[in-house]
């Protein structure tokens, strides 16, 4: 990326101070870079502009006045003011690659993962929770959606790289704090809504407005791709007005209908749109998301029967149902299932297809929903024939309490408790006898713990290679 001045950011200023990068964060301030003063829950980063510029910083952009010895561009909403900032710094990636913004409460990294390696990840990007990835890297974000200040230089990185597409997931947060209102994309897909993050929304119908935020961040011409089995298609369809709307599910009426589903071995045996074919994703779940990955390929010219073959392309998308193997003579299942519904669609599978016991490691995180834990905690008791109930990202709660909270909706006693999770891990994986299956469910491949007001390095996977090891 070539460098700018700061008079070619802001059409105002006369200053020929050379811009190099973008930072909200003090700490991340490198020479040459601009750091603008955001403003977040718990911190003005006005109080941080002359750490900024002791670190470097060439220009500063704030909303109040601050006392630094370099030029300062003030504007009168610096959150506001951000995202344009990073889109003209970037020269506007998104305006030069097919971008589709993918949101629901489960499903959005899988029909993410699926569509960029089915078109092609020499030529489709994708940025989600498991990173930023394409042909030429594949390196982990902390944030599924990040701010504009990332996630503007991501998609000129994916550019730089050849890229003509990109695919990311827009969260229920993201949408509602306006992280993506500069975007205006070419094609949106809605995979389910369900109840999620109400630590963040409070209501159910706050989460579903959120959701609905994304149909006012789309281009005149682009496509809106509904599951037609939704319970909240309606108004999906309804908050899509004249955009062209393509839609899938088992209802008959769907554009892409899906007509049977039946597991197999290594795989799901899969019928829609009159033709059968083997996937290599297991669970109704996954015939949902990969027939909303088709119908994206479809409005972009690529035949049905094209969409099938190219389901060769598809490996095991990390976290979601992604079966180890590490020599061991049962399964391990790592999926990032931490809702109610996700619990709903993937314990029933294993349940029915089990050989041995199965054996369920999870928790839930601190600090938000509490409301969905009872649920939670009866559902895995009832599918599973052991749980261990442990740590997941538990912030500034106690485990046990969230623990507690868990076990409130069932009577059933087939639990241990055992708050460290690693520990819990290792007790399921030596406990675990040939022919049982173990889910460790909750954080899929996340690369942290948040504990306390951390951020602490941790993995489920290593610490399931690292048992073996």
């Known amino acids: 990326m070539k460098t700018k001045r700061l008079r070619d950011l802001f059409p105002d200023s006369s200053e020929d101070t050379e811009i190099r990068d973008l930072r909200i964060n003090s700490r991340d301030v490198r020479p040459g870079d601009l750091f603008i003063c955001t403003k977040g829950a718990t911190a003005d980063r006005h109080d941080f502009a002359k750490d900024a510029v002791s670190r470097g910083a060439a220009a500063v952009v704030a909303s109040r006045p601050v006392d630094v010895p370099v030029p300062v561009v003030y504007v009168e909403n610096t959150n506001a003011a951000m995202p344009h900032i990073a889109a003209a710094l970037y020269d506007h990636p998104e305006r030069e690659m097919h ?8 499903g959005k990294t899988t029909v993410a993962t699926i569509l960029s390696e089915m078109l092609g990840q020499e030529k489709c990007g994708y940025i989600g929770t498991n990173g930023i990835c394409c042909a030429a890297f594949d390196d982990p974000i902390r944030n599924s959606c ?26 229920s947060e993201a949408l509602h704090f306006g992280r993506l209102d500069t975007f205006r994309f070419d094609t949106v897909i809605f995979t389910n809504i369900t109840q999620d993050h109400l630590n ?3 209501t159910v119908e706050n989460y579903v407005n959120a959701k609905l935020l994304l149909l006012s961040l789309i281009k005149d011409d682009a496509v809106v791709i509904l599951n037609r089995d939704d319970r909240y298609y309606g108004r999906e369809r309804a908050a899509a007005g004249a955009h062209r709307v393509v839609t899938y599910g088992k209802d008959p009426e769907a554009d892409l209908c899906i007509q049977a589903i039946e597991g197999v071995e290594g795989g799901t045996k899969i019928t829609l749109g009159g033709r059968t074919f ?8 996954n015939a949902y998301n990969l027939a909303a990955a088709f119908c994206a390929m479809m409005v972009r010219g690529i035949p049905l029967d094209e969409c099938i073959r190219r389901t060769d392309r598809i490996r095991p998308v990390a976290g979601r ?12 299942i790592l999926d990032y299932a ?11 599978y294993l349940a029915e297809h089990k050989k041995g016991r199965l054996i369920t490691i999870t928790g839930s995180a601190g600090g938000r929903e509490k409301e969905k834990r009872p649920e939670m ?28 909270d868990l076990l409130s909706g069932s009577e059933k006693r087939n639990y241990l408790r055992i708050p460290d999770r690693k520990e819990a891990i290792w007790k399921a994986l030596s406990m ?21 007001t951390e951020y602490l390095p941790y993995c489920d996977y290593d610490t399931i290679k690292e048992f073996y090891s």
């Open 278 to 285: 083997l996937s290599p994703m297991i669970g109704d779940f």
């Open 338 to 348: 931490h809702t109610p519904d996700a619990f709903r669609k993937i314990l029933p």
């Open 377 to 404: 905690g009866r559902l895995v008791l009832d599918y599973s024939d052991l749980v261990i109930f442990t740590m997941d990202d538990p912030r500034t709660e106690d485990v046990n309490e969230i623990i507690d």
């Open 432 to 452: 675990a006898e040939p022919d049982d299956t173990v889910l460790v469910a909750g954080k899929g491949r996340d690369n942290y713990m948040a504990l306390g």
């Open 321 to 332: 149902m992604e079966a180890l193997d590490f020599g061991q003579k049962y399964q391990v």
């Open 200 to 202: 963040t929304h409070k």
């Open 146 to 171: 990040p701010d504009a200040d990332r996630m503007y230089p991501y998609l000129r990185r994916l550019r730089d790289a050849g890229c003509d597409s990109a695919v990311l997931e827009a969260t």
């Open 99 to 106: 971008v589709t913004a993918i949101t629901g409460t489960n």
